[in-house]
């Protein structure tokens, strides 16, 4: 195979019928993925005839961009140093790793190439701020901002299984392939998200203040039911309505605070609903997010409780204008229990 009688080459013959540079052979070499099968007299290297093959090989995964560590344990596979990589399918692994690698640099590229359309396209009065703004945000974009700030407005002591549940419908998720208005949607959510609560940021409302983590989970495991159907009928174009929805959000405010579903109980949730801090913004610009381009809105949490909020305010209006037989009001008892939680 090599030219030598011996069958074995040296580094430069090595390097050329291989098509690479004497100086990468010696890279490879020194880095323990090529072996020497000798030194000449003179202290030269010498390379056996399996080198060869070994060296293309090394090439090829190189080229596809495997770092020299994957490259490291796809040989030792091949050379069934050890057992369990070979088991394990070290190239199948090391593949796999660079295929999400090479995804997430493509998200990256594709979300920077928006927001340079965004500031392109931007009127020059716009412009700074909106430079300023996309110019905040991480290539590919992060949620944790916004994960941190949900978990600031969540009760205290809430069950992480019930905040994981809550924080997969609340956090929107950065499209793979975003419009410029989408980068600038998520760019100003994270701006909005940043820092404490104070005077121009709403805190968590009164009608979430739930004592102990059983309240908590009740109260959002219900409100979750509730969106989710609310969302059905928004699908629809439906207007809001009492109906199962609604029932199922009052029962979860009413289930969470220990007490029934009364009208009374009724009224006293649309009243602190509507003074508790908003955050329509927050929705308006994760359903420009979760929507797509052009398209209908898709509904969110903030959305699906308008429209049970609507839907109790229709109720209890049509309750006070037309005469109907209803169960007896709410007791003191129950009213002054669910003013000292003070619920939504």
Known sequence: MFSS???????????????????????????????????????????????????????????????????????????????????????????????????????????????????????????????????????????????????????????ARATSAFLEVAVPSPPDDPDPAQVLAFARLTAMTTGPCGASKPCRPHAHQVAGSRGAAVLYAGLAEAYELAGAQMRRDREPYPGEALDGFVDAYASAFGTRDTPGFRRLLSGQLAADPRLDRYWELTAELNSPPGGRPEPTPGSAHDWLLAALDAQLWTAAVVPVRVPAPVSEDTGAAFRRARPG
């Open 5 to 159: 009688p011996d069958g074995l080459c040296g580094i430069g013959e090595l390097a050329e019928r291989a098509g690479v540079s004497v100086k990468t052979v010696r890279f490879y070499s020194d880095s323990g993925l090529l072996p020497e099968a000798s030194r000449s007299a003179g202290g030269h290297r010498r390379y056996g005839r399996g080198a060869l093959e070994r060296l293309r090989l090394i090439r090829s995964l190189r080229t596809l961009g495997l770092p020299v560590a994957d490259v490291r344990r796809v040989l030792d596979e091949q050379d069934g140093e050890d057992p369990a990589i070979a088991e394990g399918g070290a190239l199948e692994d090391a593949v796999a790793g660079q295929l999400r690698a090479i995804g997430s640099q493509l998200a990256a590229l594709r979300w920077r190439e928006a927001a340079l359309q965004l500031v392109q396209e931007s009127p020059p009065g716009e412009r700074a701020d909106r430079l300023h703004l996309v110019g905040a945000v991480t290539a590919p974009p992060s949620t944790a901002p916004l994960a941190r700030f949900w978990r600031g407005w969540l009760p205290p002591r809430m069950p």
